[in-house]
């Protein structure tokens, strides 16, 4: 059975620095897309960066590149979400899910299993 259990996020201000973390379980971590999402009081979700199963290529969105990285360790089945330089407008609830299609697609209907769900609030 797959589960996703997030990590991390927060409360910071403009232009720190937050981390978010997903923790996978129930299949082969290190052949899946992983990725993450985000969903904005009052907007629908969004796709914000994604990585493959063997660390790369890698995928974001415009409005997080050069701020947010990605990264995985496939050793302890974990997803990260380095998010540098924030913004208000980036308080999120923010998901990490999986994707095991082998063309990157970020439509959310082919991401069938996701995290909890995490808070991150970034004030002015």
């Known amino acids: 059975q797959v589960h996703l259990v997030q990590s991390g996020g927060g409360l910071v201000q403009a232009g720190d620095s937050l981390r978010v973390s997903c923790a996978a379980s129930?299949?082969?971590?290190?052949?899946?897309?992983m990725g993450w999402f985000r969903q904005a009081p009052g907007k629908v979700r969004e796709f914000v960066a994604a990585i493959s199963g063997g660390g790369g290529p890698t995928y974001y969105a415009d409005s997080v590149k050069g701020r947010f990285t990605i990264s995985r360790d496939n050793a302890k089945n974990t997803v990260n979400l380095q998010m540098n330089s924030l913004k208000p407008e980036d308080t999120a609830v923010y998901y990490c899910?999986?994707?095991?299609?082998?063309?990157?697609?970020?439509?959310?209907?082919?991401?069938?299993?996701w995290g909890q769900g995490t808070q991150v609030t970034v004030s002015s």
């Open positions: 129930g299949f082969a971590f290190n052949t899946v897309r």
């Open positions: 899910a999986t994707q095991f299609i082998r063309t990157f697609e970020p439509r959310q209907g082919t991401w069938p299993y």
